[in-house]
């Protein structure tokens, strides 16, 4: 497998909006075939990182729903989208400014206490299933548009995810995977059972 080669395909791959906002370099010193880092608010994109010595040994529609998915689950986790907790963060930055400004060490500690609060839930929200399912979802979508049959796709993926956990050295699987393969087996068929769109409570 050529790595440039390969960057450029899967490059080829993402929407136009996500190509010029995601980053895809070699990272052979990483333990999973694929990685990525949180879009932190100064970020320009999403950093994808992949070990080409692992993501040579899946399949090529896998290794493009992994992909997908990815960019996707780092697109809808930006720090700097509307929210509750984001809110609170922010409202808690902007009043311990005013309060280290007037001196308020009181007001100070309720506002880094909040902050932390709202980072925190951030954090958390960004790793919950529902997230990941829905990001599954966007995935099919996008894989759709480039030419895969969604039971097609929803079946790579489903396929891909214990693949790549088994190439990074896990047997047992994690909590969310088993909610996505359980929502991927039902768009490709093999099972009657879908994950609701919301109630997902991964605490």
């Known amino acids: 497998m050529n790595i ?24 052979p010193e990483q333990i999973e075939p694929i990685s990525s880092l949180q879009i932190l608010p100064w970020a320009k994109g999403a950093q994808i990182g992949i070990n080409f010595r692992l993501w040579r040994q899946m399949p090529e529609a896998e290794r493009d729903l992994l992909l997908l998915h990815e960019v996707s689950w780092r697109q809808q986790t930006k720090w700097l989208q509307v929210g509750a907790y984001q809110g609170i963060a922010a409202t ?11 001196g308020d060490v009181t007001g100070m500690a309720i506002a880094i206490l909040l902050g932390t609060i709202g980072i925190n839930q951030i ?6 299933s529902q997230i990941r399912v829905q990001a599954d979802m966007e995935a099919l979508e996008v894989a759709q548009k480039r030419g895969y049959g969604e039971a097609e796709a929803a079946r790579a993926l489903l396929e891909a995810i214990p693949d790549a956990a088994r190439l990074t ?29 919301t109630g997902i409570n991964d605490f």
Do not use: H
Not at 4 to 27: F, G, H, V, Y
Not at 123 to 128: A, C, G, I
């Open 169 to 197: 050295g896990r047997n047992t699987p994690e909590f969310t995977e088993l909610i996505r393969c359980q929502n991927l087996r039902a768009i490709a068929g093999l099972s009657k059972n879908t994950v609701p769109n």
């Open 4 to 27: 440039n080669e390969e960057i450029a395909r899967l490059r080829d791959l993402l929407p136009a909006s996500w190509r010029i906002a995601t980053s895809i370099k070699s990272k």
């Open 92 to 102: 808690a930055l902007a009043g311990g400014i005013v309060e280290a400004v007037q």
């Open 123 to 128: 954090l958390r929200s960004n790793k919950s």
